[in-house]
Protein backbone atom coordinates (compact mmCIF):
# COMPACT_ATOMS: atom_id res chain seq x y z
CA UNK A 1 0.00 0.00 0.00
CA UNK A 2 1.35 3.47 -1.31
CA UNK A 3 1.77 5.77 1.85
CA UNK A 4 -0.04 8.71 2.68
CA UNK A 5 1.54 12.20 2.07
CA UNK A 6 2.99 13.42 5.36
CA UNK A 7 0.98 16.39 5.87
CA UNK A 8 -2.15 14.46 4.74
CA UNK A 9 -1.16 12.69 7.92
CA UNK A 10 -1.05 15.13 10.35
CA UNK A 11 -4.14 17.10 8.81
CA UNK A 12 -2.10 20.28 8.12
CA UNK A 13 -1.13 22.39 5.17
CA UNK A 14 2.64 22.54 3.97
CA UNK A 15 2.27 26.29 4.87
CA UNK A 16 2.03 24.85 8.70
CA UNK A 17 4.24 26.44 11.38
CA UNK A 18 6.39 23.84 13.80
CA UNK A 19 3.90 24.72 16.29
CA UNK A 20 0.77 24.06 14.37
CA UNK A 21 2.40 20.45 13.80
CA UNK A 22 3.66 20.26 16.55
CA UNK A 23 0.04 20.60 18.26
CA UNK A 24 -1.30 18.37 15.43
CA UNK A 25 0.86 15.40 16.40
CA UNK A 26 0.31 15.75 20.27
CA UNK A 27 -3.30 15.87 19.24
CA UNK A 28 -2.90 12.00 17.15
CA UNK A 29 -0.41 10.77 19.34
CA UNK A 30 -2.48 10.89 22.23
CA UNK A 31 -5.74 9.23 19.97
CA UNK A 32 -4.26 6.55 18.89
CA UNK A 33 -1.56 5.44 21.05
CA UNK A 34 -1.57 1.79 21.46
CA UNK A 35 -1.72 1.67 25.06
CA UNK A 36 -4.37 4.08 25.21
CA UNK A 37 -6.68 3.29 21.48
CA UNK A 38 -7.26 -0.76 21.57
CA UNK A 39 -8.73 -0.39 17.89
CA UNK A 40 -6.86 -2.94 15.47
CA UNK A 41 -5.22 -0.22 13.45
CA UNK A 42 -3.82 1.97 16.10
CA UNK A 43 -0.40 0.80 16.26
CA UNK A 44 -0.09 1.07 12.12
CA UNK A 45 -1.82 4.43 12.84
CA UNK A 46 0.59 5.99 15.71
CA UNK A 47 3.42 4.55 13.78
CA UNK A 48 2.45 6.56 10.61
CA UNK A 49 1.63 9.88 12.87
CA UNK A 50 5.23 9.63 14.49
CA UNK A 51 6.94 8.79 11.07
CA UNK A 52 5.61 11.87 9.51
CA UNK A 53 6.19 14.38 12.31
CA UNK A 54 9.37 12.91 12.63
CA UNK A 55 10.41 14.11 8.88
CA UNK A 56 8.57 17.23 9.31
CA UNK A 57 9.82 18.42 11.72
CA UNK A 58 13.19 18.21 11.21
CA UNK A 59 13.54 21.32 8.63
CA UNK A 60 16.39 19.29 6.60
CA UNK A 61 14.26 16.03 6.02
CA UNK A 62 10.88 18.72 5.50
CA UNK A 63 13.05 20.30 2.84
CA UNK A 64 13.95 16.91 1.42
CA UNK A 65 10.43 15.65 1.51
CA UNK A 66 9.16 18.63 0.06
CA UNK A 67 11.12 17.94 -2.80
CA UNK A 68 11.43 14.61 -3.49
CA UNK A 69 8.69 13.08 -1.62
CA UNK A 70 8.39 9.64 0.53
CA UNK A 71 11.55 8.61 -1.62
CA UNK A 72 14.24 11.40 0.68
CA UNK A 73 13.06 8.54 3.53
CA UNK A 74 15.00 6.00 1.99
CA UNK A 75 18.10 4.93 3.63
CA UNK A 76 20.07 5.24 0.43
CA UNK A 77 18.91 8.68 -0.65
CA UNK A 78 21.28 10.75 -1.53
CA UNK A 79 24.17 8.34 -0.69
CA UNK A 80 26.04 8.33 -3.58
CA UNK A 81 25.58 11.47 -5.27
CA UNK A 82 23.11 12.66 -8.18
CA UNK A 83 22.51 8.96 -8.82
CA UNK A 84 23.16 7.52 -5.38
CA UNK A 85 19.90 8.14 -4.13
CA UNK A 86 17.75 6.75 -6.79
CA UNK A 87 19.88 3.94 -7.92
CA UNK A 88 20.04 5.28 -11.41
CA UNK A 89 22.82 6.43 -13.53
CA UNK A 90 26.00 4.84 -12.28
CA UNK A 91 27.88 2.35 -13.26
CA UNK A 92 27.31 1.32 -17.43
CA UNK A 93 23.68 1.75 -16.95
CA UNK A 94 20.26 3.06 -15.78
CA UNK A 95 20.54 0.96 -12.48
CA UNK A 96 16.64 -0.02 -11.14
CA UNK A 97 16.24 -0.72 -14.78
CA UNK A 98 18.87 -2.96 -15.20
CA UNK A 99 17.34 -4.85 -12.24
CA UNK A 100 13.79 -4.72 -13.43
CA UNK A 101 14.80 -6.14 -17.06
CA UNK A 102 17.09 -8.10 -15.36
CA UNK A 103 14.92 -10.31 -13.20
CA UNK A 104 13.00 -11.02 -16.62
CA UNK A 105 14.88 -11.46 -19.79
CA UNK A 106 18.48 -12.77 -16.67
CA UNK A 107 19.99 -9.98 -18.63
CA UNK A 108 23.53 -8.48 -17.06
CA UNK A 109 21.85 -6.32 -14.80
CA UNK A 110 23.31 -6.14 -10.96
CA UNK A 111 21.70 -8.06 -8.38
CA UNK A 112 21.99 -7.62 -5.10
CA UNK A 113 24.45 -9.64 -2.68
CA UNK A 114 22.23 -11.54 -0.15
CA UNK A 115 25.29 -12.38 2.06
CA UNK A 116 25.98 -8.01 2.40
CA UNK A 117 25.45 -6.78 5.55
CA UNK A 118 22.08 -5.56 6.47
CA UNK A 119 21.00 -3.19 9.73
CA UNK A 120 19.08 -4.93 12.12
CA UNK A 121 15.62 -3.79 12.98
CA UNK A 122 14.69 -1.18 15.05
CA UNK A 123 12.73 -1.11 17.85
CA UNK A 124 9.86 1.08 20.37
CA UNK A 125 9.56 1.45 23.88
CA UNK A 126 7.14 3.24 25.62
CA UNK A 127 8.58 4.93 28.64
CA UNK A 128 6.17 6.20 31.29
CA UNK A 129 6.95 9.27 33.43
CA UNK A 130 5.59 11.25 36.06
CA UNK A 131 4.53 14.86 35.86
CA UNK A 132 7.89 16.21 37.51
CA UNK A 133 10.17 13.19 35.67
CA UNK A 134 9.08 15.09 32.22
CA UNK A 135 9.41 18.54 33.65
CA UNK A 136 13.11 18.31 35.14
CA UNK A 137 14.38 14.92 33.47
CA UNK A 138 15.34 11.78 34.74
CA UNK A 139 17.78 9.22 34.19
CA UNK A 140 15.94 5.69 34.03
CA UNK A 141 17.35 2.30 33.15
CA UNK A 142 15.24 0.50 31.04
CA UNK A 143 14.94 -3.42 30.15
CA UNK A 144 13.73 -4.92 27.17
CA UNK A 145 13.88 -7.90 25.02
CA UNK A 146 15.72 -8.11 21.41
CA UNK A 147 17.81 -10.02 19.33
CA UNK A 148 21.71 -9.95 20.13
CA UNK A 149 24.67 -11.20 17.79
CA UNK A 150 25.52 -15.06 19.15
CA UNK A 151 28.49 -14.44 21.37
CA UNK A 152 29.18 -18.25 20.44
CA UNK A 153 29.73 -18.37 16.93
CA UNK A 154 30.15 -14.44 16.71
CA UNK A 155 27.11 -14.28 14.18
CA UNK A 156 27.93 -16.41 11.70
CA UNK A 157 25.73 -19.37 12.24
CA UNK A 158 27.90 -21.83 12.09
CA UNK A 159 29.79 -24.04 15.23
CA UNK A 160 33.04 -22.82 16.37
CA UNK A 161 35.40 -24.48 14.42
CA UNK A 162 33.31 -24.12 11.24
CA UNK A 163 32.12 -21.80 8.64
CA UNK A 164 29.32 -20.98 6.23
CA UNK A 165 30.11 -22.45 2.92
CA UNK A 166 29.14 -20.79 0.07
CA UNK A 167 25.95 -22.39 -1.82
CA UNK A 168 27.44 -24.72 -4.80
CA UNK A 169 24.28 -24.48 -6.76
CA UNK A 170 23.21 -20.55 -7.27
CA UNK A 171 27.67 -19.83 -6.03
CA UNK A 172 27.01 -17.20 -3.66
CA UNK A 173 24.43 -15.63 -5.65
CA UNK A 174 21.44 -16.80 -3.71
CA UNK A 175 19.15 -16.29 -7.11
CA UNK A 176 19.64 -19.16 -10.33
CA UNK A 177 18.04 -18.68 -13.46
CA UNK A 178 15.22 -20.87 -14.75
CA UNK A 179 13.94 -21.11 -18.16
CA UNK A 180 10.19 -20.10 -18.11
CA UNK A 181 7.53 -20.55 -21.05
CA UNK A 182 5.50 -16.70 -21.11
CA UNK A 183 2.88 -15.26 -23.69
CA UNK A 184 6.04 -14.07 -25.27
CA UNK A 185 7.78 -17.40 -25.96
CA UNK A 186 10.54 -19.33 -23.39
CA UNK A 187 12.61 -16.72 -21.32
CA UNK A 188 14.93 -16.66 -18.40
CA UNK A 189 13.71 -15.73 -15.06
CA UNK A 190 15.14 -15.35 -11.75
CA UNK A 191 14.20 -17.48 -8.77
CA UNK A 192 15.78 -17.78 -4.89
CA UNK A 193 18.07 -20.36 -4.90
CA UNK A 194 16.59 -23.80 -3.64
CA UNK A 195 19.35 -25.02 -1.83
CA UNK A 196 20.26 -21.90 0.28
CA UNK A 197 17.06 -20.72 0.87
CA UNK A 198 18.42 -17.73 -1.11
CA UNK A 199 21.35 -16.97 1.56
CA UNK A 200 23.78 -17.57 -0.71
CA UNK A 201 25.45 -19.98 1.69
CA UNK A 202 24.90 -23.53 3.68
CA UNK A 203 25.28 -23.68 6.78
CA UNK A 204 26.24 -27.35 7.39
CA UNK A 205 26.98 -27.36 11.26
CA UNK A 206 24.50 -25.07 12.47
CA UNK A 207 25.49 -23.62 15.90
CA UNK A 208 24.05 -25.53 19.34
CA UNK A 209 22.99 -21.91 20.47
CA UNK A 210 21.25 -19.96 17.58
CA UNK A 211 20.53 -23.08 15.73
CA UNK A 212 22.24 -21.14 13.18
CA UNK A 213 20.30 -17.84 12.96
CA UNK A 214 23.42 -16.27 13.95
CA UNK A 215 21.21 -14.13 16.97
CA UNK A 216 19.22 -15.21 19.90
CA UNK A 217 16.86 -13.59 22.21
CA UNK A 218 18.40 -11.82 25.12
CA UNK A 219 16.88 -9.26 27.58
CA UNK A 220 18.90 -6.03 27.07
CA UNK A 221 19.16 -2.94 29.41
CA UNK A 222 20.37 0.64 28.51
CA UNK A 223 20.06 3.70 30.33
CA UNK A 224 17.95 6.71 29.25
CA UNK A 225 18.59 9.92 30.39
CA UNK A 226 14.80 11.97 29.62
CA UNK A 227 15.91 15.65 29.13
CA UNK A 228 14.17 18.34 30.83
CA UNK A 229 11.30 19.75 29.27
CA UNK A 230 9.70 16.17 27.41
CA UNK A 231 6.31 15.90 26.78
CA UNK A 232 3.54 13.14 26.09
CA UNK A 233 4.05 11.81 22.67
CA UNK A 234 7.63 12.81 22.17
CA UNK A 235 10.15 9.90 21.15
CA UNK A 236 13.97 10.06 21.73
CA UNK A 237 16.04 8.02 18.89
CA UNK A 238 18.90 5.66 20.88
CA UNK A 239 21.36 4.91 17.85
CA UNK A 240 22.32 1.22 17.89
CA UNK A 241 19.93 0.07 20.67
CA UNK A 242 17.44 -2.11 18.89
CA UNK A 243 18.66 -5.48 17.19
CA UNK A 244 21.08 -7.30 15.83
CA UNK A 245 21.73 -6.80 11.91
CA UNK A 246 22.50 -9.33 9.82
CA UNK A 247 25.33 -10.71 7.83
CA UNK A 248 27.54 -8.35 10.07
CA UNK A 249 25.50 -5.76 9.69
CA UNK A 250 25.07 -3.02 12.45
CA UNK A 251 22.20 -2.99 15.20
CA UNK A 252 19.18 -1.04 14.67
CA UNK A 253 17.70 1.62 16.70
CA UNK A 254 15.36 1.83 19.57
CA UNK A 255 13.08 4.68 19.64
CA UNK A 256 11.66 5.57 23.26
CA UNK A 257 8.33 7.24 23.33
CA UNK A 258 7.47 8.78 26.77
CA UNK A 259 4.14 8.72 27.99
CA UNK A 260 3.55 11.52 30.79
CA UNK A 261 1.14 11.62 33.57
CA UNK A 262 -1.44 14.47 34.12
CA UNK A 263 -0.64 16.55 37.02
CA UNK A 264 -3.35 17.16 39.62
CA UNK A 265 -3.11 20.47 40.23
CA UNK A 266 -1.09 22.01 36.95
CA UNK A 267 -1.80 22.14 33.03
CA UNK A 268 0.77 22.44 31.03
CA UNK A 269 1.49 23.48 27.19
CA UNK A 270 5.54 23.11 25.92
CA UNK A 271 6.99 25.22 28.77
CA UNK A 272 4.67 27.05 30.05
CA UNK A 273 2.13 25.92 33.10
CA UNK A 274 -1.06 26.43 33.84
CA UNK A 275 -2.56 26.75 37.43
CA UNK A 276 -6.39 27.83 38.58
CA UNK A 277 -6.28 29.96 41.70
CA UNK A 278 -9.42 29.62 43.61
CA UNK A 279 -10.58 32.55 45.64
CA UNK A 280 -13.54 33.54 47.88
CA UNK A 281 -15.08 36.84 46.65
CA UNK A 282 -14.42 38.93 49.69
CA UNK A 283 -10.60 38.33 49.11
CA UNK A 284 -10.96 38.99 45.25
CA UNK A 285 -12.80 42.33 46.50
CA UNK A 286 -10.79 43.36 49.12
CA UNK A 287 -7.24 41.89 47.77
CA UNK A 288 -5.16 39.34 49.62
CA UNK A 289 -2.21 38.01 49.59
CA UNK A 290 -2.00 34.26 48.59
CA UNK A 291 0.43 31.31 48.76
CA UNK A 292 0.65 29.93 44.89
CA UNK A 293 1.83 26.30 44.29
CA UNK A 294 4.36 26.13 41.51
CA UNK A 295 6.29 23.13 40.05
CA UNK A 296 9.10 24.69 41.94
CA UNK A 297 7.36 25.31 45.38
CA UNK A 298 5.47 27.69 46.91
CA UNK A 299 5.49 31.60 46.33
CA UNK A 300 3.34 34.64 47.66
CA UNK A 301 1.06 36.20 45.16
CA UNK A 302 -0.52 39.37 45.78
CA UNK A 303 -3.62 39.99 44.75
CA UNK A 304 -5.17 43.72 44.27
CA UNK A 305 -8.23 44.47 45.56
CA UNK A 306 -11.47 44.35 42.71
CA UNK A 307 -9.83 41.24 41.12
CA UNK A 308 -12.03 39.59 38.60
CA UNK A 309 -12.74 35.51 37.88
CA UNK A 310 -10.83 35.06 34.86
CA UNK A 311 -8.12 37.55 35.52
CA UNK A 312 -4.38 35.85 34.90
CA UNK A 313 -1.33 36.65 36.61
CA UNK A 314 1.92 35.52 35.11
CA UNK A 315 4.84 34.14 37.27
CA UNK A 316 8.23 34.60 35.20
CA UNK A 317 10.51 32.02 34.98
CA UNK A 318 8.15 29.53 36.95
CA UNK A 319 7.41 27.56 34.26
CA UNK A 320 9.21 23.69 32.96
CA UNK A 321 12.36 23.70 30.94
CA UNK A 322 12.58 24.80 27.17
CA UNK A 323 13.51 21.56 25.71
CA UNK A 324 14.73 23.20 22.44
CA UNK A 325 16.16 26.51 24.06
CA UNK A 326 17.38 27.84 27.30
CA UNK A 327 15.89 28.43 30.52
CA UNK A 328 12.32 28.42 31.88
CA UNK A 329 9.16 29.11 30.34
CA UNK A 330 5.95 31.05 32.79
CA UNK A 331 3.21 29.47 35.21
CA UNK A 332 -0.04 31.77 34.29
CA UNK A 333 -2.37 31.95 37.28
CA UNK A 334 -5.95 32.45 36.61
CA UNK A 335 -8.16 33.30 39.26
CA UNK A 336 -11.76 31.85 39.56
CA UNK A 337 -13.75 32.80 42.21
CA UNK A 338 -15.34 30.81 44.37
CA UNK A 339 -18.72 31.65 45.41
CA UNK A 340 -20.44 30.20 48.47
CA UNK A 341 -23.19 27.43 48.38
CA UNK A 342 -24.19 27.01 51.67
CA UNK A 343 -24.74 30.07 53.68
CA UNK A 344 -25.58 31.10 57.34
CA UNK A 345 -28.19 33.65 58.24
CA UNK A 346 -25.53 35.76 59.92
CA UNK A 347 -23.63 35.92 56.24
CA UNK A 348 -27.20 36.34 54.51
CA UNK A 349 -27.99 39.61 56.64
CA UNK A 350 -23.92 40.82 56.03
CA UNK A 351 -24.89 39.84 52.16
CA UNK A 352 -28.28 41.87 52.01
CA UNK A 353 -26.51 45.01 53.80
CA UNK A 354 -23.90 45.37 51.07
CA UNK A 355 -26.07 45.29 48.51
CA UNK A 356 -27.91 47.99 50.33
CA UNK A 357 -25.24 49.80 50.86
CA UNK A 358 -24.46 49.89 46.74
CA UNK A 359 -28.18 50.96 46.32
CA UNK A 360 -29.34 47.54 45.55
CA UNK A 361 -32.87 46.58 46.58
CA UNK A 362 -33.24 43.25 46.04
CA UNK A 363 -34.51 40.49 47.61
CA UNK A 364 -34.08 36.72 47.21
CA UNK A 365 -36.78 36.07 45.20
CA UNK A 366 -35.62 39.10 42.83
CA UNK A 367 -32.36 36.72 42.48
CA UNK A 368 -30.08 38.66 44.72
CA UNK A 369 -27.58 35.71 45.15
CA UNK A 370 -27.73 35.40 41.02
CA UNK A 371 -26.70 39.01 41.06
CA UNK A 372 -23.83 38.31 43.96
CA UNK A 373 -22.49 35.50 41.12
CA UNK A 374 -22.97 37.70 38.28
CA UNK A 375 -21.06 40.28 40.09
CA UNK A 376 -18.08 38.24 39.98
CA UNK A 377 -18.32 36.34 36.36
CA UNK A 378 -15.89 37.59 33.97
CA UNK A 379 -17.06 41.17 31.78
Do not use: W
Not at 195 to 220: S, Y
Not at 247 to 265: K, T, W
Amino acid sequence: MAKRDYYEVLGVSKSATADEMKKAYRKLSKQYHPDINKADDAADKFKEISEAYEVLSDPQKKAAYDQYGHASTDPNFGGGGFGGGFGGFEGGGFGGFEDIFGSFFGGGGRSSNPNAPRQGSDLQYTLDLSFEEAVFGTEQTIKFNREDKCGTCDGSGAKPGTHPETCSKCHGQGVVQVERQTPLGRMMTQQPCDQCGGKGQRINTPCDDCAGLGRIKKKHSVKVNVPAGVEDGQQMRLAGQGEAGINGGPYGDLYVVFRVEESDIFDRDGSEIYYDLPLSFVQATLGDEIEVPTIHGKIKLKVPAGTQTGTTFRLKGKGASKLRGTGNGDQQVTVRIVTPKNLSDAQRDALRKFAEAGGDQVTEEEGFFDKVKDAFRPK
